[in-house]
């Protein structure tokens, strides 16, 4: 790829506004991480549509994106009614996986942090994994540029007593019949007290979507202090690994 | 009250437009009850600044409004992405309480639904209720007009084992520092199955806060089928009653 390219493709990046809404906000009036990356992810749809890739495009050929894996870095948390700018780009494209990066940033344009994120494309009747370079065009979108974050990581086990059991229920299902997104990063930030959250500050969040959870399915929590302040979690469903979870405060 | 005054005052009507955003939705792409609530309080926040008596107002007098009691009939659930309108006023202001009733249209202005709600005072560091009529001019916001459905009522307490125990966790917890009052709603809704959601649709549901829930606070949920179809709850908090429901199917 000569300059000239390089400079040119920015991996379709587009910046989008939002605005925190006090429903998404903690004690603290501080965005929680989950209402958070439920923006990030609005965010991830918007500029999939944009550059012709959106859910609905897939959903043309019996497909959708699944998020795989999500790390989130935050230098301080978007506050009530704060306005904050989020632009994304796509960083490679491979067979199996897409990389997507995101900078945030306040309405001043001062940087408050990164995140980075990869996605497949499933079909939608087996659940499976589809060849990303069926869809014509997406391999153009490779920039190469990467956000300024260590990548999301594959995370390990973890072994402990479950701190909370309990079963998905009603309000935990979204439109596609699986528990949302969402509520695995509220089960996870349910760990920690009140004032846990006084003392310290997120610094890092990690996720890895492992498997889909159903409506009855018996949820069980793990969660272990692999090194201090860096708190690793186990989401399980009837035993099953369903997600895995990082939490670093600074 | 001579009738030109009677035409003249409306309560402070107003009318707000919202639009039913994804992460409200439940499996069916139909608002939770939850989130309608949210969208209704969000409502008669924007009215009663508008009207001179919103929170930030009280605030300045060391007080605030606190929900005792709602109501909420609907022809149908909003959808995902619908536009629609709430219509918001006072009927009636009393020393211990106001009420406002709500009128939910969809973009056409066709009429989906009512809601009838009582409101006190609280000072904020007491946590009792205060005299509303020292609010000057609230009174002159008495219209009289009600909603054509039954006022929200004392609901009776509930007798049974609990379906569901837990402690109040990070999640739960508000810029108040209390259970948000949309968990309670999220909590007794998640009584029912997917396929009762499938098969019926609430026409009418109550609640009636009656203690707030700070964090950690033990957690238990009681219901009870009072007549085929017409459920009734009762969320304690360390024993002692925090909130009764109602959800009525047809």
């Not at 990581?153 to 059991?165: G, H």
């Not at 890092?204 to 979507?209: K, T």
């Not at 202090?225 to 860096?230: K, L, R």
Request: aromatic share 12%; charged share 30%.
């Amino acid at each position: 790829m000569d300059n000239e390219t390089e400079q040119e493709n920015q991996g379709g990046k587009q910046a989008y506004n939002f605005q925190i809404q006090p429903q998404t906000v903690d004690f603290q009036y501080r965005v929680t991480m989950a209402a958070f990356v439920d923006i990030l992810l609005t965010a991830a749809g918007y500029n999939a549509d944009h550059n012709g890739f959106g859910i609905r495009k897939l959903n043309e050929i019996n497909s959708s994106w699944v998020l795989l894996r999500l790390a989130v870095e935050l230098d301080r948390f978007p506050l009530q009614y704060e306005d904050i700018i989020v632009e994304t780009w796509i960083e490679e494209v491979g067979r199996a996986m897409t990389s997507r990066n995101f900078c945030i940033k306040d309405k001043d344009g001062k940087i408050m942090g990164y995140a980075a994120s990869n996605w497949a494309m499933i079909d939608l009747d087996t659940r499976h994994a589809k060849d990303l370079y069926l869809l014509e065009g997406i391999r153009e979108f490779t920039s190469g540029i990467s956000a300024p974050i260590k990548k999301p990581i594959k995370l390990k086990s973890v072994d402990s007593e479950p701190f909370d059991v309990f079963k998905v229920k009603y309000s935990d299902i979204d439109i596609n019949g699986h528990t949302s997104s969402m509520r695995y990063i509220e089960w996870v930030s349910d760990y920690f007290s009140l004032d846990d959250y006084r003392k310290k500050q997120v610094s890092r969040f990690e996720i890895n979507y492992v498997n889909e959870m159903l409506f009855g399915d018996e949820v069980s929590i793990f969660a272990n202090e692999y090194e201090p302040d860096d708190f690793r979690f186990e989401i399980r469903k009837n035993g099953t690994t369903s997600s895995r979870a990082r939490i670093v405060f600074c």
